[in-house]
């Protein structure tokens, strides 16, 4: 009998030792496991629903250690994971009824189990809104529990670094958006340091209500300008005062919807689809509507931007007609 009970006591603290290579958050690196998150397509985040606006965080485990390390993963992650959010009031957001739902049920839940040799990563998507009630735009601080045993057993977890979400307001209502100053304001009108989205939902508003000087604001005229090569080869070889000239009457020219006469259309409506960037180059697709006389014609541009001195400015588009409605 004190034989069995050796052999039990033996097979009891090897489980535990396993158990241990990704138990304790504090102890994660000298037990060798290790999960981290970053964002999977950085881009601007709004609020709204998981389908229309996803925020996909990509999520990594990591053996650091000399040793294999073994850990279950659930084909539903959501028992496998735990996003953990707070706003800057330090108030923790509540999690979404679908996650509390499915915890709540009684169902099988099937997974697989991982090895890890040294030095390997296991890595995943998920979307944020999948398990985080976000509802309005804030400042919001991020981070995930992983649960190698599943959420069964959330005693045993690691705990990811923290990531810094932005949402910003939907630009679904981007026609009332109030524009730097009122129109015949005397005040000196100074670009803002604002993201890609919002420079060109300005640059369109503006539009929409003639406001010149606002139009102009964020639109790299000399950039608009070589966009004739016509234009461009005889910019790049004139002098500098005659350069000046040939800005202001390009200038001139789109006011008086002479020329590039689809950067100065008037939609009646407009609504921003998708905005992508890096540190200095993006693009932002906006679905606009122009009103005729029985019908209203669809377009999507695309606006090029590009980012100097952190200002973000439009400097190329495009365009593609979508038909009637």
């Given at each position: 009998?004190?034989?069995?009970?050796?052999?039990?006591?033996?097979?009891?603290?090897?489980?535990?030792?396993?158990?241990?290579?990704?138990?304790?958050?504090?102890?994660?690196?000298?037990?060798?496991?290790?999960?981290?998150?970053?964002?999977?397509?950085?881009?601007?985040y709004y609020p709204?629903?998981?389908?229309?606006?996803?925020?996909?965080?990509?999520?990594?485990?990591?053996?650091?250690?000399?040793s294999t390390l073994?850990?279950?993963?659930?084909?539903?992650?959501?028992?496998?994971?735990?996003?953990?959010?707070?706003?800057?009031?330090?108030?923790?957001?509540?999690?979404?009824?679908?996650?509390?739902?499915?915890?709540?049920?009684?169902?099988?839940?099937?997974?697989?189990?991982?090895?890890?040799?040294?030095?390997?990563?296991?890595?995943?998507?998920?979307?944020?809104?999948?398990?985080?009630?976000?509802?309005?735009?804030?400042?919001?601080?991020?981070?995930?529990?992983?649960?190698?045993?599943?959420?069964?057993?959330?005693?045993?977890?690691?705990?990811?670094?923290?990531?810094?979400?932005?949402?910003?307001?939907?630009?679904?209502?981007?026609?009332?958006?109030?524009?730097?100053?009122?129109?015949n304001s005397a005040?000196?009108?100074?670009?803002?340091?604002?993201?890609?989205?919002?420079?060109?939902?300005?640059?369109?508003?503006?539009?929409?209500?003639?406001?010149?000087?606002?139009?102009?604001?964020?639109?790299?005229?000399?950039?608009?300008?070589?966009?004739?090569?016509?234009?461009?080869?005889?910019?790049?070889?004139?002098?500098?005062?005659?350069?000046?000239?040939?800005?202001?009457?390009?200038?001139?020219?789109?006011?008086?919807?002479?020329?590039?006469?689809?950067?100065?259309?008037?939609?009646?409506?407009?609504?921003?689809?998708?905005?992508?960037?890096?540190?200095?180059?993006?693009?932002?697709?906006?679905?606009?509507?122009?009103?005729?006389?029985?019908?209203?014609?669809?377009?999507?541009?695309?606006?090029?931007?590009?980012?100097?001195?952190?200002?973000?400015?439009?400097?190329?588009?495009?365009?593609?007609?979508?038909?009637?409605?």
């Amino acid at each position: 009998m004190n034989i069995k009970r050796f052999l039990l006591a033996v097979i009891s603290f090897s489980c535990v030792l396993s158990f241990a290579q990704v138990a304790g958050t504090d102890k994660a690196e000298d037990s060798g496991a290790d999960v981290s998150i970053k964002f999977y397509d950085r881009t601007i985040y709004y609020p709204g629903s998981p389908e229309e606006n996803p925020v996909y965080v990509y999520i990594t485990v990591s053996n650091r250690g000399n040793s294999t390390l073994r850990f279950k993963i659930a084909d539903d992650k959501m028992f496998s994971v735990d996003f953990i959010g707070f706003n800057v009031k330090k108030r923790q957001l509540a999690s979404t009824q679908s996650l509390v739902r499915k915890r709540t049920t009684n169902q099988t839940v099937y997974f697989r189990e991982i090895s890890l040799e040294p030095g390997e990563e296991y890595s995943f998507r998920e979307n944020l809104k999948d398990y985080l009630e976000i509802k309005d735009p804030s400042i919001y601080y991020v981070e995930l529990k992983f649960y190698p045993e599943l959420y069964r057993n959330k005693s045993v977890s690691l705990t990811s670094n923290r990531l810094s979400l932005e949402i910003r307001p939907s630009p679904s209502a981007a026609s009332s958006t109030a524009l730097p100053v009122e129109a015949n304001s005397a005040v000196v009108l100074q670009p803002e340091d604002i993201g890609p989205d919002r420079v060109v939902e300005q640059t369109i508003v503006a539009r929409q209500k003639s406001l010149w000087d606002q139009f102009f604001l964020y639109i790299d005229l000399e950039e608009m300008l070589k966009r004739d090569p016509s234009r461009g080869r005889k910019y790049n070889l004139a002098g500098a005062d005659e350069r000046a000239d040939m800005l202001r009457s390009f200038k001139a020219e789109l006011m008086l919807q002479r020329i590039d006469y689809d950067i100065v259309a008037i939609p009646a409506k407009f609504k921003i689809e998708t905005t992508s960037y890096s540190q200095t180059e993006g693009s932002v697709k906006v679905l606009e509507w122009f009103k005729n006389d029985n019908f209203m014609e669809r377009k999507r541009y695309t606006y090029y931007v590009r980012q100097r001195d952190g200002i973000w400015q439009i400097y190329d588009y495009t365009v593609d007609n979508l038909g009637t409605e």
